[in-house]
């Protein structure tokens, strides 16, 4: 393993250490990491000895807009959505170190995670938990514009995303990223190279003005979603923001057939379930915002997927982006 990753997470953990310290000054904690030093945060699972305390601790990195991911989380956390994500009991620590900005530690959180269950039970998932994560994902995009998590985030938003729109933004970043991949991924360039036809011709052809923003969680995934007797725990607020509500279904999906990308029927079934329940009338815009998280999956592992994973998911994104408007 690289040194200067090892020498990174030992800082970052001493640092921990010293917070529990401080707030916990009689128990004495043994802490495991549940997540890698990929992007923007390290989570660490964190269990008293004398009395069996178990906590989530997760650490905001002094990297990527950290102040607005940390504060939009601990508003969305503590003062918004308590109705949709069920989090209780969370203390934002704001540190503003050079290597951390802050902590967020909460109760461990019990219960099955929705990965857990597909992967245990593929189809129990399809059948009943799918369309529950949907209806909630839903309650997020209902919100209106003059509510007042709305008017947070319109006041806080990025004004180049307003100032030119945000689709045309995003194209431009997913173009940049083919570019980077066929640097790096020299066996799927055919592709990349069909794929960079296909999002020009989206830019070109598409009517933008047809497109409206609603409040969006940005990066919906299985691993967030917490079954806990009779409710749904949703954790991970730092990337809510305004957008397009087809960013978060893609992500969803994604996150769904990443790990089931060799049985096409499954994958058909939970195709199935998003047309049942949301619709996905505009395919196009689907498969641009699904392009950009396979790409952006890709380069976050840093090419550690099989190269037939990663040429699955472009020609799935392909198949989106060839549908007729």
């Not at 699972?45 to 607005?68: A, D, H, P, R």
Request: some cysteine.
């Amino acid at each position: 393993m690289d040194c200067s990753h090892d020498i990174t997470q030992n800082k970052i953990l001493k640092k921990v250490k010293q917070q529990l310290k401080t707030y916990f000054p009689d128990i004495h904690f043994i802490i495991n990491p549940i997540s890698r030093i990929f992007t923007n945060n390290v989570v660490y699972k964190v269990t008293g000895i004398e009395n069996g305390l178990c906590l989530s601790v997760k650490v905001y990195l002094n990297i990527n807009n950290v102040k607005c991911r940390f504060d939009t989380e601990r508003k969305f956390t503590n003062d918004y959505f308590r109705e949709i994500h069920n989090l209780t009991n969370n203390f934002f620590i704001s540190l503003c170190d050079n290597d951390i900005y802050g902590i967020l530690i909460r109760k461990w959180i019990e219960g099955q995670s929705a990965m857990n269950i597909l992967l245990n039970n593929p189809e129990q998932f399809m059948e009943k938990e799918a369309g529950k994560i949907v209806h909630l994902m839903m309650k997020v995009w209902n919100y209106k514009e003059k509510s007042e998590p709305y008017q947070f985030l319109l006041r806080g938003a990025d004004s180049f995303n307003f100032q030119e729109h945000y689709i045309m933004v995003s194209i431009k970043k997913i173009l940049n990223q083919c570019d980077h991949l066929l640097l790096k991924r020299k066996t799927v360039e055919k592709l990349v190279v069909e794929l960079k036809k296909e999002v020009i011709s989206v830019f070109r052809n598409y009517n933008l003005e047809d497109t409206s923003l609603t409040i969006i969680n940005g990066d919906p995934s299985l691993y967030e979603f917490f079954f806990n007797e009779d409710k749904i725990i949703w954790i991970d607020w730092e990337y809510v923001r305004l957008g397009n509500k087809f960013i978060d279904i893609a992500s969803f999906y994604y996150s769904v057939i990443n790990n089931l990308w060799e049985n096409e029927y499954l994958i058909e079934i939970c195709l199935k379930v998003l047309v049942n329940e949301l619709g996905i009338a505009d395919k196009r815009l689907f498969g641009l915002f699904l392009l950009e998280k396979v790409i952006t999956c890709d380069e976050i592992t840093d090419c550690v997927e099989p190269i037939e994973k990663l040429q699955w998911g472009l020609d799935n994104s392909r198949q989106f982006l060839k549908e007729k408007i």
